[in-house]
């Protein structure tokens, strides 16, 4: 089994910053691609971010490009989501996700594809 654990959610205003942890525990971290998904009131799980088991490949959300970088330290067996210039319509709960691969250059866009989540952060951006 894995249990993931996000961390650093907050209240923030406008065009602040945050930066969200994924702690992971359980099976080898690192054969494990990872994500980031949110998702607001009454809308659908909407994808973030995902990043590779080695760290070397890397794809936002076009909603967030620009703005957010995802990135994972192995040795600490946690997965981070740097988020600057926050807008209002950032708000959402975020969720951490994992799923096994095989391939080092694997990485998902899906939330159908990965096996494990975190019980998520809230981040609430302030007009």
């Known amino acids: 089994q894995v249990q993931l654990v996000e961390s650093g959610g907050g209240l923030v205003q406008a065009g602040g910053s945050l930066r969200l942890s994924c702690a992971v525990s359980g099976r080898t971290f690192s054969s494990y691609a990872a994500g980031w998904f949110r998702q607001a009131p009454g809308k659908e799980r909407e994808f973030v971010a995902t990043?590779?088991?080695?760290?070397?490949?890397?794809r936002i959300a076009d909603s967030v490009k620009g703005r957010v970088t995802i990135s994972r330290d192995n040795a600490k067996n946690t997965v981070y989501l740097q988020m600057n210039g926050l807008k209002h319509e950032d708000t959402a709960v975020y969720y951490c996700?994992?799923?096994?691969?095989?391939?080092?250059?694997?990485?998902?866009?899906?939330?159908?594809?990965?096996?494990?989540w975190g019980q998520g952060t809230q981040v609430t951006i302030s007009s």
């Open positions: 990043i590779n088991w080695s760290g070397d490949i890397t």
């Open positions: 996700a994992a799923t096994v691969t095989y391939s080092s250059s694997y990485s998902a866009t899906s939330p159908s594809l990965y096996n494990y």
